[in-house]
T-cell receptor, first 115, second 119 residues
Framework: KQEVTQIPAALSVPEGENLVLNCSFT??????LQWFRQDPGKGLTSLLL?????REQTSGRLNASLDKSSGRSTLYIAASQPGDSATYLC??????????????FGTGTKLQVIP | NAGVMQNPRHLVRRRGQEARLRCSPM?????VYWYRQLPEEGLKFMVY????????ESGMPKERFSAEFPKEGPSILRIQQVVRGDSAAYFC?????????????????FGAGSRLTVL
Protein backbone atom coordinates (compact mmCIF):
# COMPACT_ATOMS: atom_id res chain seq x y z
CA LYS A 1 0.00 0.00 0.00
CA GLN A 2 1.41 3.33 -1.07
CA GLU A 3 1.97 5.82 1.73
CA VAL A 4 2.88 9.42 1.00
CA THR A 5 4.31 11.67 3.68
CA GLN A 6 5.10 15.36 3.53
CA ILE A 7 7.51 17.13 5.81
CA PRO A 8 7.20 19.59 7.41
CA ALA A 9 3.48 19.66 8.14
CA ALA A 10 3.65 23.43 8.55
CA LEU A 11 6.22 26.05 7.68
CA SER A 12 6.43 29.77 8.34
CA VAL A 13 9.10 31.83 6.60
CA PRO A 14 9.81 35.51 6.00
CA GLU A 15 9.20 36.88 2.54
CA GLY A 16 12.09 36.44 0.13
CA GLU A 17 13.42 33.18 1.53
CA ASN A 18 14.05 30.15 -0.63
CA LEU A 19 12.41 27.05 0.74
CA VAL A 20 12.10 23.31 0.16
CA LEU A 21 9.07 21.13 0.72
CA ASN A 22 9.55 17.39 0.94
CA CYS A 23 7.43 14.48 -0.21
CA SER A 24 8.32 10.83 0.37
CA PHE A 25 6.56 7.71 -0.85
CA THR A 26 6.96 4.07 0.02
CA UNK A 27 6.32 2.40 -3.35
CA UNK A 28 8.77 3.56 -6.00
CA UNK A 29 6.83 1.98 -8.89
CA UNK A 30 5.10 5.22 -9.75
CA UNK A 31 3.80 6.54 -13.05
CA UNK A 32 4.09 10.20 -12.19
CA LEU A 33 4.10 12.65 -9.30
CA GLN A 34 2.18 15.89 -9.22
CA TRP A 35 2.43 18.91 -6.93
CA PHE A 36 -0.66 20.97 -6.09
CA ARG A 37 -1.45 24.01 -4.02
CA GLN A 38 -4.69 24.56 -2.19
CA ASP A 39 -5.80 27.91 -0.89
CA PRO A 40 -8.15 27.97 2.14
CA GLY A 41 -11.67 27.04 1.13
CA LYS A 42 -10.65 26.48 -2.48
CA GLY A 43 -9.92 23.61 -4.82
CA LEU A 44 -6.57 22.24 -5.90
CA THR A 45 -4.41 23.94 -8.48
CA SER A 46 -1.84 21.88 -10.32
CA LEU A 47 1.69 23.28 -10.11
CA LEU A 48 4.01 20.74 -11.66
CA LEU A 49 3.87 17.18 -12.93
CA UNK A 50 6.93 14.96 -13.15
CA UNK A 51 6.79 11.75 -15.15
CA UNK A 52 8.57 8.74 -13.70
CA UNK A 53 11.28 9.04 -16.35
CA UNK A 54 12.04 12.66 -15.49
CA ARG A 55 14.26 14.09 -12.80
CA GLU A 56 12.82 17.56 -12.48
CA GLN A 57 10.37 20.12 -13.77
CA THR A 58 10.47 23.88 -13.53
CA SER A 59 7.82 26.55 -13.73
CA GLY A 60 8.74 30.11 -12.85
CA ARG A 61 9.99 30.22 -9.27
CA LEU A 62 9.06 26.58 -8.71
CA ASN A 63 11.28 23.59 -9.26
CA ALA A 64 10.25 20.04 -8.48
CA SER A 65 12.66 17.12 -8.43
CA LEU A 66 12.04 13.41 -8.35
CA ASP A 67 14.27 10.60 -7.10
CA LYS A 68 12.26 7.47 -7.69
CA SER A 69 14.77 5.05 -6.28
CA SER A 70 14.79 6.74 -2.90
CA GLY A 71 11.08 7.53 -2.98
CA ARG A 72 11.46 11.28 -2.69
CA SER A 73 10.39 14.47 -4.36
CA THR A 74 11.12 18.04 -3.39
CA LEU A 75 9.40 21.27 -4.32
CA TYR A 76 11.73 24.23 -4.28
CA ILE A 77 10.21 27.71 -4.10
CA ALA A 78 12.58 30.57 -4.83
CA ALA A 79 12.18 34.07 -3.41
CA SER A 80 8.98 33.27 -1.56
CA GLN A 81 6.13 35.78 -1.59
CA PRO A 82 3.08 36.22 0.67
CA GLY A 83 0.95 35.02 -2.24
CA ASP A 84 2.69 31.64 -1.98
CA SER A 85 0.93 31.05 1.34
CA ALA A 86 -1.18 27.93 0.88
CA THR A 87 -1.19 24.21 1.55
CA TYR A 88 1.03 22.25 -0.82
CA LEU A 89 0.15 18.67 -1.65
CA CYS A 90 2.02 16.02 -3.57
CA UNK A 91 0.17 13.21 -5.29
CA UNK A 92 1.71 9.98 -6.50
CA UNK A 93 0.11 8.01 -9.31
CA UNK A 94 0.71 4.37 -9.98
CA UNK A 95 -0.53 2.66 -13.12
CA UNK A 96 -1.69 -0.94 -13.22
CA UNK A 97 -2.45 -3.23 -16.12
CA UNK A 98 -5.70 -2.51 -17.90
CA UNK A 99 -5.31 1.24 -17.57
CA UNK A 100 -6.20 1.36 -13.89
CA UNK A 101 -4.47 4.19 -12.04
CA UNK A 102 -4.32 4.84 -8.31
CA UNK A 103 -3.56 8.29 -6.96
CA UNK A 104 -2.37 8.74 -3.40
CA PHE A 105 -2.09 12.16 -1.80
CA GLY A 106 0.39 13.29 0.79
CA THR A 107 -0.57 14.83 4.08
CA GLY A 108 0.27 18.36 2.91
CA THR A 109 2.54 21.17 4.03
CA LYS A 110 0.87 24.36 5.17
CA LEU A 111 3.08 27.27 4.16
CA GLN A 112 2.86 30.79 5.51
CA VAL A 113 5.06 33.50 4.02
CA ILE A 114 5.27 36.50 6.29
CA PRO A 115 5.58 39.94 4.66
CA ASN B 1 -12.03 23.29 -22.61
CA ALA B 2 -14.06 24.15 -19.52
CA GLY B 3 -12.07 22.02 -17.11
CA VAL B 4 -13.63 19.81 -14.47
CA MET B 5 -17.06 21.13 -13.56
CA GLN B 6 -18.66 20.36 -10.24
CA ASN B 7 -22.11 21.34 -9.10
CA PRO B 8 -23.58 22.46 -6.95
CA ARG B 9 -20.75 24.51 -5.44
CA HIS B 10 -22.60 24.72 -2.17
CA LEU B 11 -25.32 22.43 -0.90
CA VAL B 12 -27.22 22.60 2.37
CA ARG B 13 -29.18 19.60 3.56
CA ARG B 14 -30.99 18.66 6.73
CA ARG B 15 -30.21 15.42 8.49
CA GLY B 16 -31.88 12.49 6.75
CA GLN B 17 -32.08 14.12 3.33
CA GLU B 18 -30.20 13.03 0.24
CA ALA B 19 -27.29 14.86 -1.35
CA ARG B 20 -26.31 14.47 -5.00
CA LEU B 21 -23.05 15.90 -6.22
CA ARG B 22 -22.22 16.03 -9.90
CA CYS B 23 -18.92 16.07 -11.70
CA SER B 24 -18.35 16.58 -15.40
CA PRO B 25 -14.77 15.61 -16.27
CA MET B 26 -12.63 17.44 -18.75
CA UNK B 27 -13.41 16.65 -22.35
CA UNK B 28 -11.71 13.45 -23.37
CA UNK B 29 -11.02 12.33 -19.79
CA UNK B 30 -12.32 8.89 -18.95
CA UNK B 31 -11.07 8.55 -15.36
CA VAL B 32 -12.86 10.22 -12.46
CA TYR B 33 -11.79 10.33 -8.82
CA TRP B 34 -13.79 11.56 -5.86
CA TYR B 35 -12.15 12.86 -2.70
CA ARG B 36 -13.52 14.17 0.57
CA GLN B 37 -11.89 16.87 2.64
CA LEU B 38 -13.09 17.48 6.17
CA PRO B 39 -12.40 20.89 7.71
CA GLU B 40 -8.70 21.32 8.52
CA GLU B 41 -7.92 17.84 7.19
CA GLY B 42 -6.30 16.39 4.10
CA LEU B 43 -7.83 14.83 1.04
CA LYS B 44 -9.23 11.36 1.53
CA PHE B 45 -9.74 9.13 -1.47
CA MET B 46 -13.27 7.84 -1.86
CA VAL B 47 -13.80 6.22 -5.23
CA TYR B 48 -12.26 5.86 -8.68
CA UNK B 49 -14.43 5.31 -11.73
CA UNK B 50 -14.11 4.85 -15.43
CA UNK B 51 -17.07 5.08 -17.75
CA UNK B 52 -19.75 2.67 -16.48
CA UNK B 53 -17.32 1.00 -14.10
CA UNK B 54 -16.33 1.42 -10.49
CA UNK B 55 -12.65 0.57 -10.38
CA UNK B 56 -11.81 1.21 -6.74
CA GLU B 57 -14.28 2.13 -4.01
CA SER B 58 -12.06 1.26 -1.09
CA GLY B 59 -12.45 4.76 0.37
CA MET B 60 -16.23 4.84 0.30
CA PRO B 61 -18.18 4.34 3.52
CA LYS B 62 -20.01 1.04 3.31
CA GLU B 63 -23.43 2.55 3.85
CA ARG B 64 -25.32 5.55 2.46
CA PHE B 65 -22.65 6.46 -0.14
CA SER B 66 -22.68 5.47 -3.79
CA ALA B 67 -21.11 6.70 -7.00
CA GLU B 68 -21.65 6.22 -10.68
CA PHE B 69 -20.17 7.38 -13.96
CA PRO B 70 -22.67 6.54 -16.69
CA LYS B 71 -21.92 6.27 -20.36
CA GLU B 72 -23.62 9.60 -20.92
CA GLY B 73 -23.65 12.46 -18.44
CA PRO B 74 -21.67 13.42 -15.38
CA SER B 75 -20.38 11.31 -12.55
CA ILE B 76 -22.66 11.39 -9.53
CA LEU B 77 -21.74 11.01 -5.87
CA ARG B 78 -24.85 10.24 -3.88
CA ILE B 79 -25.16 10.42 -0.12
CA GLN B 80 -28.36 9.10 1.38
CA GLN B 81 -29.73 10.03 4.79
CA VAL B 82 -27.03 12.60 5.41
CA VAL B 83 -25.66 13.18 8.91
CA ARG B 84 -23.74 16.14 10.31
CA GLY B 85 -20.47 14.25 9.93
CA ASP B 86 -20.95 14.25 6.15
CA SER B 87 -20.38 18.01 6.11
CA ALA B 88 -17.23 18.44 4.03
CA ALA B 89 -15.85 19.57 0.72
CA TYR B 90 -16.14 16.92 -1.96
CA PHE B 91 -13.67 17.19 -4.81
CA CYS B 92 -13.73 15.49 -8.15
CA UNK B 93 -10.70 15.04 -10.37
CA UNK B 94 -10.32 13.66 -13.84
CA UNK B 95 -7.51 12.43 -16.01
CA UNK B 96 -7.15 10.85 -19.42
CA UNK B 97 -6.41 7.18 -19.82
CA UNK B 98 -2.80 6.28 -19.49
CA UNK B 99 -1.04 6.78 -22.77
CA UNK B 100 -3.49 9.26 -24.21
CA UNK B 101 -1.84 12.33 -25.67
CA UNK B 102 1.54 13.63 -24.65
CA UNK B 103 3.04 12.64 -21.30
CA UNK B 104 2.32 16.11 -20.00
CA UNK B 105 -1.35 15.57 -20.71
CA UNK B 106 -1.67 13.02 -17.91
CA UNK B 107 -2.29 15.76 -15.43
CA UNK B 108 -4.84 15.12 -12.73
CA UNK B 109 -7.21 18.08 -12.91
CA PHE B 110 -9.48 19.03 -10.06
CA GLY B 111 -12.82 20.70 -9.96
CA ALA B 112 -13.53 23.57 -7.58
CA GLY B 113 -15.35 21.25 -5.20
CA SER B 114 -18.83 20.95 -3.75
CA ARG B 115 -19.24 22.05 -0.17
CA LEU B 116 -21.90 20.13 1.67
CA THR B 117 -23.33 21.46 4.91
CA VAL B 118 -25.66 19.25 6.91
CA LEU B 119 -27.82 21.09 9.41
Amino acid sequence: KQEVTQIPAALSVPEGENLVLNCSFTDSAIYNLQWFRQDPGKGLTSLLLIQSSQREQTSGRLNASLDKSSGRSTLYIAASQPGDSATYLCAVRRAYSGGYQKVTFGTGTKLQVIP
Amino acid sequence: NAGVMQNPRHLVRRRGQEARLRCSPMKGHSHVYWYRQLPEEGLKFMVYLQKENIIDESGMPKERFSAEFPKEGPSILRIQQVVRGDSAAYFCASSPSRGQGSPGANVLTFGAGSRLTVL
